[in-house]
């Protein structure tokens, strides 16, 4: 089993910052790539950033420039600087991590999500 924690989320105004943080754990035997969904009142949930095991990222394009993501190989985590928070931004955030348990065994994780609202 492997369980993904985030923390981070809150309340910011426009144009000010947030740090999300997911750590994971469990019967991990290696982590290929993890990333950040995000999915805001009425839409579907969407992919904002990844970064693969060798340290490629990717970004949505609504968010380049504004936010980064990294991550740490030896604590199983990964971060995302949000910079320039928009209204349009709100939405609660989901780690995902694409994990192999046991060689040939591979698994997509979620975390719980954490709640980010920009707001005035």
């Known amino acids: 089993q492997v369980q993904l924690v985030e923390s981070g989320g809150g309340l910011v105004q426009p144009g000010g910052s947030l740090r999300l943080s997911c750590a994971a754990s469990?019967?991990?035997?290696?982590?290929?790539?993890m990333g950040w969904y995000r999915q805001g009142p009425g839409k579907q949930r969407e992919l904002v950033a990844a970064?693969?095991?060798?340290?490629?990222?990717s970004y949505l394009d609504s968010v380049k420039g504004r936010f980064t993501i990294s991550r740490d190989s030896a604590k199983n985590a990964v971060y995302l600087q949000m910079n320039s928070l928009k209204p349009e931004d709100t939405a609660v955030y989901y780690c995902?991590?694409?994990?192999?348990?046991?060689?040939?065994?591979?698994?997509?994780?979620w975390g719980q999500g954490t709640q980010v609202t920009v707001s005035s």
């Open positions: 970064i693969t095991s060798g340290g490629s990222t």
């Open positions: 995902n991590a694409k994990v192999t348990v046991v060689p040939g065994v591979r698994g997509d994780y």
């Open positions: 469990g019967s991990i035997r290696s982590i290929n790539a």
